[in-house]
């Protein structure tokens, strides 16, 4: 048929509204606004010569239908993380406890005293929910929280250091990924970068030599998270900075990184220090993340030195980088769970995961291959590691049993591609030519709807 004619024949809009099919499945302007989408497509399928044979009307519903529960289909989405990756920074880093989520949605949905004090009856200010049970549970003498510990590192340079120069360990110019490199936040802060040291080598008298009586703004410090130095190393430990920042009247910066209440070495994670132990070291000021090692919503928390703390409070920047009224519910609530470190460490999705036992993971894997006999030998249980991610310990691996799946009908890409495509998406890992699925950082309530869509993906049938 002539283009002209094909395109003529495409059925009018209110041919299409009136369909039952579509009438019953959204409002009349849903439909129409999906509906639109697909003639669009269809009128542009045929003059550029891909399309030759109108679709039927019933053709055409489904159509339609499909493009409504695509564009119904929300972009931020829940997913199944079987990485074994515990704080995955592109699947959203830390989950939330129970309570965290409880808190958010308790103030979402109505009015709080976010900047109210329902005792006074006057205004109050929203870093007071947070404040107290920070300086409890790291021993500071003062708390902020901003946005994200990215905002942090920035406020902090901005409102301590502006114009001056700040000295840093050649060792420690972490760049986090995007665009968080050390040396850049510096120069956005105002801040003149004064490296020193060698990469592998700093000593404190590479700092107090770089210290000047009139240039110099502060000693930072920065945790280098993501990547270790090995062989032939020495850095300056946190109480000898500070005590070179007191003889020289300089703040003692400290940027953890991924900053953990807890001692962790009962997690098994060693080389991330823990807050209080840093303050107790004297760091002036202490910045570190709300959604990686702490286990809470995205937020940067900085607490130290009032005088500190002060400054950067009212310093304009603290206002654009404020934190939100949710992630706030979510992190006063986090941080409560810390009052007890056993309810913590059994109510914090994180500091569960890490806690694992190989034991443990292993009857998880084993009650979870248990839901695959229909995969047969495709599938077998395989010892393996997983990892703490975001940035933290990277060299440390977690041991734990693992599902191995070796697909006969498919092909590996493929299988990982059609778990990937379920919705909720199964985010899997492929190695050693196998797709590994790895019961730490799996909820077991997520087990028999993987365990479906596992058995069915292995299936040649191409309709996925
Ligand atoms: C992760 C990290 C940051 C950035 O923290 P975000 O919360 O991701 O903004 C800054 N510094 C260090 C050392 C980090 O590890």
Not at 223 to 231: D, E, L, R, V
Not at 261 to 289: K, M, T
């Amino acid at each position: 048929m002539a283009q002209q004619e094909l395109l003529r024949q495409i059925p009018k809009m209110d041919e299409v509204l009136a369909r039952p099919k579509l009438s019953g499945a959204a409002s009349p302007a849903r439909v129409a606004l999906s509906a639109r989408e697909v003639l669009a497509r269809l009128r542009g399928n045929i003059l550029s010569g891909e399309c030759h044979r109108l679709p039927s009307l019933a053709e055409l519903d489904d159509m339609i239908l499909a493009e409504i529960a695509r564009e119904n289909t929300p972009s931020l989405r829940r997913v199944i993380n079987a990485t074994g990756v515990i704080l995955h920074t592109n699947l959203g880093r830390a989950p939330l406890a129970p309570q965290a989520v409880e808190a958010a949605c308790a103030v979402a949905s109505g009015y709080s005293t976010l900047e109210y004090d329902a005792e006074q009856g006057a205004r109050g200010s929203r870093h007071s929910h947070v404040a107290g049970l920070l300086t409890r549970l790291t021993g500071a003498e003062s708390a902020l929280v901003v946005n994200n510990n990215a905002a942090a590192v920035l406020l902090m340079l901005a409102a301590l250091a502006k114009g001056r120069e700040v000295i840093v360990s050649r060792g420690e110019l972490v760049e986090i990924g995007g665009s968080f490199r050390i040396p850049e936040v510096m120069e956005q802060s105002s801040c003149t970068l004064r490296e020193v040291g060698a990469t592998n080598r700093t000593r404190v008298s590479d700092y107090q030599k770089a210290i000047h009586p009139e240039k110099t703004g502060a000693l930072l410090k920065a945790h280098t998270s993501n990547y270790k130095i090995m062989g032939f190393t020495q850095e300056v430990s946190p109480s000898e900075l500070a005590a070179l920042g007191a003889e020289h009247g300089l703040p003692f910066l400290y940027d953890l990184g991924s900053g953990s209440l807890l001692p962790l070495s009962p997690f098994g994670v060693v080389d991330e220090p823990c807050v209080s132990e840093c303050i107790s070291a004297g760091a002036d000021v202490v910045c570190f993340s709300g959604d990686k090692l702490l286990g809470g919503p995205q937020a940067g928390i900085i607490v130290g030195k009032t005088a500190y703390i002060e400054k950067m409070k009212s310093h304009p920047l603290a206002r654009a980088l404020r934190i939100d009224k949710l992630t706030l519910a979510a992190l006063e609530a986090t941080l409560r769970l810390y009052l007890d470190p056993e309810l913590a460490a059994a109510q914090i999705p994180i500091l569960r995961m890490l806690s694992a036992s190989p034991a443990s993971l292993r009857e998880a894997a084993e009650k979870f291959a248990g839901l695959l006999a229909p995969a047969g030998e495709q599938v077998c249980l395989s010892e393996d590691a997983g990892q703490i991610g975001g940035g933290s310990a990277p060299t440390q691996l977690l041991p734990g049993t693992v599902i191995a799946v070796t697909p006969r009908a498919v092909s590996l890409t493929e299988l990982e591609r059609r778990l990937r495509s379920c919705q909720p998406a199964i985010i899997a890992r492929i190695a050693k030519e196998r797709l590994l699925i790895d019961p730490r950082t799996v909820d077991n309530t997520d087990f028999e709807y993987i365990a479906g869509r596992l058995c069915a993906a292995l299936e040649r049938e191409a309709n996925w």
